[in-house]
Each structure stands twice: as C-alpha cells, then as structure tokens.
C-alpha cells in the first residue's frame, strides 16, 4: 500500500509531548499534511523556538522513514513547515478547503520571526528543486507597472506554442494578474489530495495566488506570511512533469525573491524594463538583487520599447534602447523588445494572449523573438552549471 496521509499521521502519533503526554495530533498540531509518490509536506504549529523545532523537525522525519520502512517504502522528500499562531490565522487557505485548527504545542511567547530560523542559502544550492520541472525561471522588475506580467505570461504561452511543458505561478503576491490575464475570475480552484491543481489554459498550466485569497481585499503580508504563502504555492500546487515554470514575482527587491532564492535551484532570472532612464535605475537594483541571491540574470527584456502608429512608423515614445543599453552596462544579455501595442493590453484585460501569437506579426513576432532568447540562454545557463545536456565524447 502506498505511504499515503493516514501513514502520515499514525507516524506523528508516536511523537508525544513529555510534559502533557500528548501526541502530535491529539495536540491538534497538524495544520496540514499530505503525501504522494514518495513526498511528504507536513506544516506543524507549534511555538516560535528554533531548538524545540529543530528538534522536533528530527523526530518527525525519523518517525515518517521508519515507518516508511517498515511498510517497504523509501520517501523520496520530507518537507516540514512550521508556523505559530499568529502566521498559521493568515495563511491562505482555498475556500474549499477545511483546515484543522491550529493549537501550538505552547503558547508562543514573541511574535513569529521573519528568517523562520533559516538563514538564505545562496540558490545555486538550493534546498529543494522542484522534481521533475527543468527549468524555473523568475521574471522580476525594480517596479510595478512595466509589463512584469505581460511579459510573464507572453513568455510562458510563447514557450508553450513552441512545444514545451510550461507551468506559470502568479507569485506576485501584492497585486496578482493572472485572474485578468488568463480570465480566470469565474475559475474555481480544484485540490485532489490535497493538492492545489493548476488551471490549464493557453497551453500552460497556471496557478495564482489571486484565486486563494479574497480578491477585493488589499493584500498586506509580513514577511513570514509571504514566506509561507509562496511556498504553500509552489510546493502544493501538481505541477507535474515541466520543461519550464515561469514564476511572475512581486515587484522590487523583497521577501517572495529571498524565499525563492532558499527554496529552489533557478535556471535564471529575466528583469523587465522599460526604456526611460528612471525604470533602467530600478531595473539595475532587480538585477544586483538576483546577483546577490546566486540567480544567474538571463538578461533584460526592454518592454512599452516603442509604438507602432496607424500610419505604420514607429515612435520612440519612452527612448527605445534606454534598456538595451543598461543589459551592455551591466554585461547582460539582451532578450528583445516588445512594442507598445494597443492589441496586447486589450487581449490581456480580455485574458486572451494566445490571440497575442495568432494576430499582426508586428506583435507576434517581437514576443516570439524574446521566447527564443530566453529559450537560448535558459539551455546555455543550464550547461553552465551542468543541469542541461552534456557533450559526451567517447
Ligand atoms: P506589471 O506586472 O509590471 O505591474 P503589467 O504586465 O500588469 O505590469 O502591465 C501593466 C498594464 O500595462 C497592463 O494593463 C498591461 O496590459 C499593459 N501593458 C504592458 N505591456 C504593454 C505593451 N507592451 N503594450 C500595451 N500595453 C501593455
């Protein structure tokens, strides 16, 4: 029989409190827990403690392999989250979903911590890459408001009409778009096994934070709760098999690109810009952002570049090349230009862009061009740090 959820529990049963003598779930501890193919994602309330945690963290996974083995199974991946009381209230929960209250294992005495007692570890060596996925790809920009989004889900239909697997993850957690671009707004969100299952549109199969949380509500997190909302993303959507996954991150330098940067191997990073001196500047701290968490910058995609008007010249509205030129300062790749076009911003409020890649070649062809750059460099970063195909001379 595979190690399924109630092996799971019956393993946290033999973890008891020496003070009360109550296990794990008569605790009411297990916020969530889940297990599928060998993966096992448990998040855990108990109290803000690094050592009770870390110890715990042990006897948990000692608890779960063992009684692995003695069913014949070997787990492939234990992942354990834990969160205090007053992280585990706001996290985001699917509306179809019934949670188990959280009781910490003692009341915390401070407030929950922003780190969650992990120090960054550089990406290159990052914890846990997603199984199966070849390529993660961050699409970032110093500010909001550039075409980040666009960008993100032209790239991702793009990479799909080419004949790849692609998954998008709308991480942007502060203002997500994908609802609009993907006209997801009457979408439900399914979860089998306890598994968030991603939407399959336009070729790609797509998950946003936009359809778990209370879309007219401002969204306001701390920084743990960015933290774990991310990571509840990634980790609990059923990504299954991809040869990319494009992830739409918030604007600006910040919590959601730290937690990525600890969690996951990234092929690379693509920043979004447009052509005016004032966004280049922003653009410029993005890419040192991406530096100084180890994520390899694939290169600059200069966005809003230039205008195509109905008497077919084009205007440099913004100062086309202003990105360009900021990719040559820096040593970055350039990654194309994307004209403003009145048909992408009425095909993305429409949630159409397909329709983006079957129109006027004034448009398509821009975007394919990018897709294809992107392709090049995610296929050259990957032989770089040994992930992509390797010459083998015999
Ligand atoms: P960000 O993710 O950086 O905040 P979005 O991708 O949401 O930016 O774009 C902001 C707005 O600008 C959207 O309405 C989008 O349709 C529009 N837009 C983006 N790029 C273009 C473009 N090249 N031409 C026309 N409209 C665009």
């Known amino acids: 029989m595979a190690f399924s959820k109630e092996h799971v529990l019956e393993a946290l049963r033999t973890i008891r409190d020496a003070k009360s003598g109550r296990d794990l779930v008569e605790l009411d501890a297990v916020r969530k827990c889940a297990a599928c193919d060998g993966f096992v994602t448990l998040t855990l309330g108990v109290t803000d403690n690094s050592v009770l945690r870390q110890q715990l963290k042990e006897g948990v996974e000692n608890a779960l392999r063992r009684k692995a083995a003695d069913m014949g199974e070997a787990l492939k991946s234990i992942a354990i989250d834990f969160v205090t009381p007053a992280d585990a209230q706001q996290e985001i929960k699917p509306a179809t979903v019934q949670q188990p209250a ?9 407030g929950p911590t922003v780190s969650q007692g992990a120090a960054p570890t550089p990406a290159g060596a990052g914890s846990a890459s997603l199984p199966g996925v070849k390529h993660i790809i961050a699409v970032g920009a110093g500010k909001g408001g550039v ?15 080419q004949g790849h697997r692609v ?19 009457n979408a439900e969100v399914t979860l089998r096994e306890n598994r968030l299952q991603p939407f399959y549109v336009h070729g790609v199969k797509a998950m946003t934070i936009g359809k778990l949380v209370d879309p007219e509500k401002p969204l306001i997190w701390r920084g743990p709760m960015a933290h774990g909302a991310f990571k509840q993303l990634v980790e609990q959507t059923e990504w299954g098999p991809l040869d990319y996954l494009i992830i739409d991150l918030p604007p600006g330098t910040g919590d959601v690109s730290l937690t990525m940067a600890q969690m996951m191997r990234l092929t690379g990073a693509v920043v979004v810009c447009t052509p005016q001196k004032v966004a280049q500047d922003d653009a410029v701290r993005a890419a040192k952002m991406f530096a100084q968490l180890n994520i ?15 008497d077919g010249k084009e205007y440099d509205i913004f100062g086309r ?7 040559q300062r820096l040593g970055l790749p350039f990654l194309g230009a994307v004209p403003i076009n009145m048909a992408l911003r009425e095909n993305s409020d429409k949630g159409n862009p397909t329709a983006n890649f079957t129109g006027t070649p004034k ?26 195909p390797q010459l083998v001379v015999t």
Not at 370 to 381: D, G, S
Request: charge should be negative.
């Open 102 to 110: 959280n009781i910490p294992l003692k009341q915390a005495s401070s």
């Open 147 to 161: 075409g980040k989004s666009t960008v993100s889900v032209n790239l991702a239909v793009g990479l799909a009409r």
């Open 167 to 185: 998954g998008l993850l709308d991480a942007d957690i502060y203002g997500p778009s994908l609802p609009t671009m993907l006209a997801l707004d």
């Open 296 to 310: 390899h910058v694939l290169g600059v995609v200069e966005n809003m570049s230039y205008f195509i008007g109905d």
């Open 321 to 327: 090349g202003g990105a360009e030129m900021m990719a």
């Open 363 to 388: 448009l398509s062809e821009p975007l394919m061009n990018t897709v294809r750059l992107v392709e090049t460099q995610a296929a050259l970063a990957a032989m770089r740090t040994g992930a992509g």
